[in-house]
């Protein structure tokens, strides 16, 4: 039995989810999640469930004892939690503990050395983690139905002679106001990535634009008055899948720094086989001084260069 925490939003949550399944597929076992901190996150709601093929079943306080019974089986000297470091040294160790802490940043070796019988916990932002699996990833996450505004949208994005030159846009702004190392990211980023999309696809581009501050998308996203489509409808704050998944209709993106952007882009090119899409993405994604080199944006991902919006003067 693999066991992998669930937390925080949406992107997060698949990033969670398809790190344990690809351990359970490896272990040829079960996966199940633990779901236990969403009682402590006002703003954030568990959402695997609106996926249509997820594979996992929830975990009970009685899982997480068996488990840890199971594993002190395997090895009774190592029953303590573990943050893995990728030292070979520390490999027997990760083998036989019952917990494993993601230790962050790029793609942590240890991963290959984690056992069954194993509860994960940690954000797993890179793809490398699951992407043997990326089929079944895809077709775990089959998106619900779309409401019939959204479907007004989805039916333009795939009509033969707009698809090839569509660009999702994800701007996030909402709670990265609040966080200097997150962003947001300042206009300048957009700009520039719409201007590269035209210099490599042409001039009569269509953009699909998702975001939690659409007022200010309006204001200062310039398209080129190329057609240009703001998804700003009721359902979009309490049922984001509905957004993801216009993303993820589109050819080409420009993502924000953010696991939503990153998933909505990653099934556009594993999903729909479109992997000569374009996908622009911010350099740095993070603002931190210990973040800098961190970016779970894959290789053929064009990186352009960005900067943290100005805070706004409040005098």
Known sequence: MIISNIRSGLGNQLFQYSTGRSLSMRHETELKIEISSFGKYHNRKFALHNFKNMKFSIASVNDLNELKRAKSCQNRANEERLCGTGDASVSNEIASSWHVTDPEGDYWPGFELISDNTFIEGYWQNENYFLDIAETICSDLAFPELPNEYNRIADFIRKKDVYPKTVGIH????????????????????????????????????????????????????TYDMPTFFVDFPKSASCPWHDMHLLKLCRHHIVANSSFSWWGAWLAQHANNTKDGIVCAPSPWLFGKEDERFSPAPQSWIKMPSEPEEPTSKD
């Open 171 to 222: 701007i996030r702004r909402g709670d990265y106001l609040r966080h200097d190392r997150f962003g947001p990211l300042a206009g300048s980023y957009y700009h520039k990535a719409i201007e590269f999309m035209i210099s490599e696809i042409g001039s009569d581009l269509s953009f699909i634009v998702i975001s939690d501050d659409q007022a200010w998308t309006r204001r200062n996203l310039n």
